[in-house]
């Protein structure tokens, strides 16, 4: 399971229905989140923040499968996702092509959430 936002993402493995929470987090190095357009037109400053946005989720993306393989995890059942709606189809977007199709379902939820409050989510929004 991933839960994501705009400056980092938590790894979290679910496994014979016991949530553990992995240690893995991914902090964005600089995803700016406003920027004044002093000087700048504000298409050029959207776009650069959309650069550093997709750098980061690739990021998650490649720091999730490599997980995987350090950790000799050869059958993945499924991820779910948890992050806000807006990033939901972006964070999946930038997922390696072998886990892409792995995405299980979505839940809106921030990345410093507890582990017991996204365990609950999980198993009231999909029976786990």
């Known amino acids: 399971m991933i839960l994501a936002d705009r400056k980092k993402a938590r790894i979290f493995t679910i496994y014979l229905g ?4 992995q240690g893995e987090a991914i902090e964005a190095s600089e995803v700016p989140q406003k920027i004044k357009a002093e000087g700048f037109s504000v298409g050029r400053v959207n776009r650069h923040i959309s650069n550093h946005l997709c750098l980061h989720l690739k990021e998650i993306g490649e720091k999730t499968f490599e997980y995987l393989v350090r950790k000799s995890i050869k059958q993945l059942d499924g991820i779910f996702i948890g992050s806000h709606r807006e990033l939901f189809s ?7 092509k072998r886990l892409k199709n792995k995405v299980l379902g979505r839940f809106s939820m921030e990345p410093n959430n507890a582990l017991g409050d996204v365990t609950l989510t999980l198993i009231s929004k999909f029976n786990l």
């Open 18 to 21: 016991d949530f553990e929470d």
């Open 90 to 96: 972006e964070i999946k977007n930038h997922l390696p």
